[in-house]
């Protein structure tokens, strides 16, 4: 992904992961078993990503970084309220699926 944005220090190796490490100590703490709580910590956490992005590329480069304020609500807050949607939606999808290669052989998918 950082090829992709043209982003030659690698922030994202070290930003997707930090975000996922914290997600997980805190989804036991956290009822995410409905759409609207699993939407809400996706949104949090992707939001959560674009200071951490800046704060190691400012940490990383000392250059002086443009006015970002106009961005923040064009570009970041959505992208990080679609990843929220489209993240719940999935994450449902793949419940689903991983029920099917979980089920006993022979049940198809109706089960008995």
Do not use: W
Not at 28 to 40: A, G, K, M, Q, V
Not at 49 to 67: R, T, V, W
Not at 89 to 101: H, I, Q, T
């Amino acid at each position: 992904m950082d090829l992709f944005s043209g982003n030659g220090f690698g922030l994202y190796a070290f930003s997707r992961p930090f975000l996922f490490y914290c997600a997980q100590l805190f989804k036991d703490r956290i009822y995410l078993e409905s759409f609207p709580s699993r939407s809400l910590f996706v949104f949090l956490f992707a939001l959560a990503e674009g200071p951490i992005l800046l704060i190691l590329l400012k940490a990383l480069d000392p250059e002086h970084l443009p006015n970002l304020y106009p961005l923040f609500f064009t570009v970041f807050l959505p992208q990080s309220l679609s990843t929220a949607l489209l993240s719940s939606v999935l994450f449902s999808l793949l419940k689903r699926g991983s029920s099917l290669l979980y089920a006993e052989p022979g049940t198809g998918i109706g089960g008995k």
